[in-house]
């Protein structure tokens, strides 16, 4: 049987979107056997929906004041637990509310809880405020330990019989951690924003279904016919659940979570700025999608003009030719390719690098240069390379470091013009350009192998299936090399969110399922002819077009699922 038609065969349970009624802000998720039991912490709403139907019951019609604000949500035994506030409770199940004697005090912490979970004895509380997981004991009420939380963000968490799952709402990827000890094992990314809920439910008896509750505002144009301009942008609470499927790696040490089948269409029209002069034996190349842990090309075709295909340093090139082009020809010069997407995270720890081997002489020659106008050999980012590392030696504790020095001091904000890294650092404002470039000249002046990859990014909704999809940007990352284990990503200003930090990871080491890999290592897009101006560009030629069309929704590492 084909992938294509093992994925198509599969149940649409594992793969569909469980869209609650009449809830708003979803926070806290819970199984009871084959109930999947939700809280809405604006509605005080207690629900149980059927993921098979989209079913939504309220529990608690009679006590929904009560609940408003919980934001953690367990089931044990008999026993309902929930966070709200700085107190845990619980009750039980058949007197389900707030308002004694149904319910019961468990504890209070200094900070607001966040989310918790049961598994026999133990009660696990998240608090972002304290930055830890606190372990109670379920009988006595008594604290008896606590593991540092794995994020930065609001975290809710669940437990089976050897882990610890979190999610993290900052952080956008859920964490699986020893429950005996805390240590991280793995990481996922998600493959949607703010997930606030994790819970198990049994799909069969060998199957259990992770499901993912997510909470946030959307952007929508509202149509008000009385209004003299009756178009407003506002938002709109938007909140469901769905399922997240993890493959790890334990050798290669990474993890792969929801893909998604992509078209996607890369054409440039002829559409020259000015008059140009005839152009002859002209050689256009155009960088194709690359075969990655995270991205698989299945299909190539030419759009417009045909193509012979190259490999150049290992990457495959689309080879334009033409005899002749002529003043204010028309045309249309590109391809589409259908590609499996998915999200990556690396998990490698300080340790796991301590001792690497030195760069190669030909890594050296080649990427810690500066061969893009980096400003390498200024004052301004000589001072800021030594600043940036100080004395560190680990590689991935300097990269870290490196990349919070360069989000203390950059902002980010569209440019008109991308400007060399000492001019982009003394200003303190940058496109994603201009921290690549920074990033790229502080990072090889400390020895660290650095490139620059990506060039766009589909647009992250993967609900809008079968539709022409286009990015408001294109988008370039880094990848840094570590020896003995490769090239790593890095997202150059995207988790830069909190002024002066602490800044997410989710992205040092990870990418998301919608970033586009095109031409790793390799120039994007070339001309050349034998008249061809030396000042002219490829923009002056030409007008891009970029389309991104999402056909479905992919498990990763075929039958090897978590």
């Given at each position: 049987?084909?992938?294509?038609?093992?994925?198509?065969?599969?149940?649409?349970?594992?793969?569909?979107?469980?869209?609650?009624?009449?809830?708003?802000?979803?926070?806290?998720?819970?199984?009871?056997?084959?109930?999947?039991?939700?809280?809405?912490?604006?509605?005080?709403?207690?629900?149980?929906?059927?993921?098979?139907?989209?079913?939504?019951?309220?529990?608690?019609?009679?006590?929904?004041?009560?609940?408003?604000?919980?934001?953690?949500?367990?089931?044990?035994?008999?026993?309902?637990?929930?966070?709200?506030?700085?107190?845990?409770?619980?009750?039980?199940?058949?007197?389900?509310?707030?308002?004694?004697?149904?319910?019961?005090?468990?504890?209070?912490?200094?900070?607001?809880?966040?989310?918790?979970?049961?598994w026999e004895d133990q009660v696990y509380v998240t608090c972002q405020k304290s930055g830890y997981i606190y372990i109670f004991d379920r009988n006595s009420g008594d604290r008896t330990g606590q593991f540092r939380q794995p994020g930065i963000g609001i975290e809710n968490i669940t437990a089976t019989k050897d882990s610890l799952w979190v999610c993290d709402r900052d952080e956008q990827s859920v964490y699986c951690l020893d429950r005996a000890t805390g240590s991280v094992l793995f990481s996922a990314l998600t493959p949607f924003s703010s997930p606030v809920g994790i819970a198990f439910y049994p799909y069969d008896a060998d199957t259990h279904i992770c499901y993912i509750a997510y909470a946030n505002e959307e952007p929508y144009i509202r149509d008000d016919p009385n209004a003299e301009s009756p178009y407003h942008l506002t938002f709109r609470d938007r909140t469901f659940i769905h399922p997240l499927h993890i493959y790890y790696d334990p050798k290669q040490h990474y993890t792969l979570s929801n893909g998604y089948l992509v078209e996607l269409s890369y054409v440039e029209e002829l559409l020259p700025l000015e008059d140009v002069p005839p152009l002859h034996n002209v050689e256009w190349r155009i960088a194709l999608p690359a075969d990655t842990l995270r991205q698989r090309v299945r299909h190539v075709e030419a759009i417009g003009h045909p193509f012979t295909e190259e490999v150049q340093d290992g990457q495959r090139v689309a080879v334009f030719k033409f005899d002749e082009l002529k003043p204010h020809q028309g045309g249309l010069v590109g391809w589409k390719a259908v590609i499996e997407m998915y999200s990556i995270k690396y998990m490698l720890s300080p340790a796991d690098v301590e001792e690497v081997p030195p760069l190669s002489e030909e890594f050296q020659q080649r990427y810690l240069v500066d061969d893009d106008d980096l400003a390498m050999d200024t004052e301004t980012i000589r001072e800021a390379a030594k600043a940036a590392s100080g004395t560190e030696t680990n590689i991935l504790r300097k990269m870290l470091k490196i990349r919070n020095y360069v989000y203390d001091r950059l902002s980010y904000g569209i440019q008109p013009k991308i400007d060399t890294p000492d001019v982009a650092l003394k200003r303190g404002v940058g496109s994603c350009g201009e921290y690549v470039g920074v990033l790229l000249a502080l990072t090889r002046l400390n020895g660290i192998a650095?490139?620059?990859?990506?060039?766009?990014?589909?647009?992250?909704?993967?609900?809008?299936?079968?539709?022409?999809?286009?990015?408001?940007?294109?988008?370039?990352?880094?990848?840094?090399?570590?020896?003995?284990?490769?090239?790593?990503?890095?997202?150059?200003?995207?988790?830069?969110?909190?002024?002066?930090?602490?800044?997410?990871?989710?992205?040092?080491?990870?990418?998301?399922?919608?970033?586009?890999?095109?031409?790793?290592?390799?120039?994007?897009?070339?001309?050349?002819?034998?008249?061809?101006?030396?000042?002219?560009?490829l923009g002056d030629l030409a007008i891009n077009h970029i389309r991104f069309t999402i056909l479905d929704e992919l498990r990763p590492g075929a039958d090897e699922q978590l």
């Open positions: 049987m084909s992938y294509s038609d093992r994925v198509s065969s599969e149940p649409a349970l594992l793969h569909s979107t469980v869209r609650p009624i009449g809830v708003y802000v979803l926070s806290g998720l819970a199984v009871d056997q084959q109930r999947l039991l939700a809280a809405d912490t604006i509605r005080g709403y207690l629900v149980e929906i059927d993921p098979r139907t989209n079913n939504t019951i309220i529990l608690n019609p009679h006590s929904v004041a009560d609940w408003i604000g919980v934001t953690g949500l367990a089931v044990w035994q008999d026993q309902l637990w929930l966070a709200k506030g700085n107190e845990i409770f619980w009750c039980d199940r058949a007197s389900i509310g707030l308002a004694e004697p149904s319910a019961t005090a468990f504890t209070r912490l200094s900070y607001p809880a966040n989310g918790l979970t049961v650095c490139r620059t990859i990506g060039r766009y990014k589909c647009p992250p909704y993967p609900e809008q299936r079968n539709l022409p999809l286009e990015p408001d940007f294109n988008h370039v990352w880094l990848e840094f090399y570590v020896p003995g284990i490769g090239w790593l990503p890095m997202e150059s200003n995207v988790d830069d969110v909190i002024d002066r930090g602490p800044y997410p990871t989710r992205f040092f080491m990870g990418l998301a399922w919608y970033h586009t890999e095109l031409g790793k290592g390799i120039p994007f897009a070339k001309l050349k002819a034998d008249d061809k101006p030396e000042k002219m560009s």
